[in-house]
């Protein structure tokens, strides 16, 4: 069973439209990370959260720890923002800051 | 903003060589990784460093890699005896301090990776 569970797997919008990406995990964690990946290959980090919600312009990731579980949320879409969002987890005790990744979510964003 | 610096952006190699794949991670963190990623699949963890020491390694990381970190600045990833499979994109990262809820959390920041191509 994998321990990162994204869905969905692939998602197809309309510019304006708000999106939500969801991200389960099964293993106790110290931090979540929402991370974006371009066709390029290129990893950038959009949140690093261990608790509530962040928000920075159009993004708002949120985590509820007790239910193991996250959301990536895009408001007012754009189709700059089609890219692969990858969510990651920092497994908490006996780790030494690695990654656990989901498969990732495929956005499209359609003008 | 401070950048995490992998040099080459792609390698070609053949089948049977050794490649060295370079970071310069950001000057103030101490936490150094490596992870792949297999064209059409999830990243995955390869090893984490600290101390000028391997903390941590998955078990992908066979005695075909090893890391280093020569001098005060690089860090890198040696893979010997370069097979097919071991065509992927490497990513290094770098943060300030190990993930804990009772600490607050540095900047964990990828590179832009290096494309390696066996052939």
């Known amino acids: 069973k994998n321990e990162v569970e994204q869905s969905p797997q692939n998602l197809t919008a309309q510019e304006g439209e708000f999106i939500t990406i969801n991200c389960s995990y099964s293993?106790?964690?110290?931090?979540l990370h929402w991370l974006q990946q371009h066709p390029g290959g290129g990893i950038v980090s959009l949140f690093m959260?261990?608790?509530g919600k962040k928000k920075h312009g159009r993004l708002i990731a949120t985590i509820n720890i007790q239910e193991k579980h996250s959301s990536l949320h895009i408001t007012a879409s754009h189709p700059r923002d089609s890219a692969v969002y990858i969510c990651?987890?920092?497994?908490?005790?006996?780790?030494?800051?690695?990654?656990?990744f989901g498969k990732g979510t495929k956005l499209s964003v359609k003008p | 903003e401070p950048e995490v610096t992998q040099t080459p952006s792609h390698q070609v190699t053949q089948m049977g060589q050794e490649v060295i794949l370079r970071c310069v991670p950001i000057?103030?963190?101490?936490?150094f990784y490596w992870y792949r990623q297999i064209l059409g699949q999830k990243v995955e963890f390869l090893v984490s460093f600290y101390n000028n020491e391997i903390s941590e390694k998955s078990e992908i990381f066979d005695d075909q890699f090893s890391v280093e970190r020569p001098d005060g600045s690089n860090f890198t990833l040696k893979i010997r005896s370069t097979k097919l499979e071991d065509s992927a994109m490497y990513f290094c990262a770098s943060s300030q301090r190990r993930g804990s809820v009772r600490t607050q959390l540095y900047g964990y920041t990828f590179g832009s990776g290096t494309r390696l191509t066996v052939v």
């Open positions: 959260l261990s608790s």
């Open positions: 293993v106790g964690i110290s931090a």
């Open positions: 990651a987890v920092l497994n908490y005790g006996g780790s030494q800051g690695n990654l656990i």
């Open positions: 000057s103030n963190h101490l936490y």
